[in-house]
Nanobody
């Protein structure tokens, strides 16, 4: 069984930067799409950015030009570099990945979430 563990969240002032990491561990044959979602208090969870195994990316309009998603396939890790942070970026950020495990079945996994707080 695979697991996702996020790290890198914290408190930052507006205009600052953070880098989130998410490492997949366990029995993993391959990982397809990896993505970051976020959920602010009282709001629905939303897609922030996604990246395919081949490196194709997509971003929410609200973060385009400020956030960069990347991955290291050898380390089963996805990153989210967040620049020019705004108070409205405050949320719990969740890692998501489609993982092919030992049963040769593609299963969607979620991490436990990491809090990002941007002060004004």
């Amino acid at each position: 069984q695979a697991h996702l563990v996020e790290s890198g969240g914290g408190l930052v002032q507006a205009g600052g930067s953070l880098r989130l990491s998410c490492a997949a561990s366990g029995t993993i044959l391959s990982i397809n799409t990896m993505a970051w979602y976020r959920q602010a208090p009282g709001k629905q969870r939303e897609l922030v950015a996604g990246i395919t195994r081949g490196g194709n990316t997509n971003y929410a309009d609200s973060v385009k030009g400020r956030f960069t998603i990347s991955r290291d396939n050898a380390k089963n890790t996805v990153y989210l570099r967040m620049n020019s942070l705004k108070p409205e970026d405050t949320a719990v950020y969740y890692c998501n990945a489609d993982i092919l495990g030992s049963a040769a079945t593609l299963i969607n996994h979620w991490g436990q979430g990491t809090q990002v707080t941007v002060s004004s």
